[in-house]
């Protein structure tokens, strides 16, 4: 039967038992290296690709793509704005709002908030609220006058829910009989929100009448809220549609408010990964050091193959074949590892928090309160591309060395 003699070779030198444990045990440290470097890269890449996920779909959900304003005063006739808005290209919706801060109070807890009056209807072409109501609805703030729908955080903080009052004060001062005093407004919890994400601390919606009236502006807006096909175009489309409308206008994008977080999610991603393909360099300097030490210990059977007439590049192929199998192997190992880790984490994390009985991460510190990951297999690919080149490129100096044995020299002293 026909075998391929370096590899035939290669593979008996593999499986074979050594009278030297320690290079066995060198050759298993490799492998579980390579094993947990190729893992390790697999899973963080995931969570860092889930937190990329977490903020595109869920922060850039809850704020606009980009938002269109009055220069230095409310913007009038917004309907007309926002209906030659619509018909540009690109554009997925456009929702007129107004914003305050203030400070919620109940019961002696007092909260800062971000109060945004909106449109229930059109609301949701430029929002995912409606998608994550807890409890009420959206809808709710059309029906009820001055009604107000928290965020999940923000309302267990002040121990409310739908139904009960809480008073909203803006930093503004109203003259009465009774001195300087400053605006006050009691509001109806209608609803509650839940993103998983820090704006479950700090915002609040009430409807756009009830916004203005609080605000005194009337019937103007302070802008609108604009949702593309592509968040990314939206810096530059924002732009040229603003240019295009008649009138000064200030222009706001989602970059200003979040691009920095996103930015540094993709730093981070680049940077754990080459930090973590340190550990697959270190798992590659083991196969080196193997290889070097299983070449010293089969100098006389290399001898003996090539006084047979093995050539020394059939020599090579067989250590490359060593150091190649050791490689695969540890490479197949951690993909299977970092698949599984990374398609779990989540549940994982989750279930330790309950356990344990404490959270990992708080959405008062961090902008979303879970571990997420979403493995790409794009990311799969290239990492197990680079392991196992980089496996092969370990085995090269040590088979060189072993195919420049002498046979006269080896055997000498045998």
Known sequence: MFRPFSLYVGLRYTGAKRSNHFISFISLVSMLG?????????????????????????????????????????????????DDIARQPGVLGTAPYIQAQGMLTQGGSVHGVQVTGIDPVRENQVSIIGEHMRAGSLAALGNERFGIVLGAILARSLGVGPGDKVTLVLPEASVSVAGVVPRMKRFTVVGVFEVGAELDANLAYISLEDAAVITRQGNGVDGIRLRFDDLFDAPAAVRQIASGLSGPYLVSDWTRSHGNLFQAIQ????????????????????????????????????????????????????????GCLIGTIGTLLGTGLGVLLALTVTDLVAWMERVLGIQFLSADVYFISYLPSQLQWDDVTLICSAALTIGFLATLYPAWRASRTEPAEALRYE
């Not at 697999?42 to 996920?53: A, E, K, W, Y």
């Not at 299983?294 to 050539?311: E, M, Q, S």
């Open 34 to 82: 390579l094993m947990l470097g190729v893992a390790a890269l697999i899973l963080v890449l995931s969570v860092m690709n889930g937190f990329d996920r977490e903020l595109k779909q869920r922060i850039l959900g809850m704020v606009p793509h980009a938002t269109i304003a009055g220069y230095g005063e409310p913007l009038q006739s917004w309907e007309r704005v926002a």
């Open 267 to 322: 730093m981070e991603k680049r940077m754990i990964g080459l930090l973590l393909f340190l550990i697959v360099f270190v798992a590659a300097f083991n196969i080196v050091s193997t290889l070097v030490m299983v070449v010293t210990d089969k100098k006389a059977d290399i001898a003996i193959l090539r006084t047979l007439g093995a050539t020394s590049g059939r020599i090579m192929r067989i250590f490359m074949v060593q």
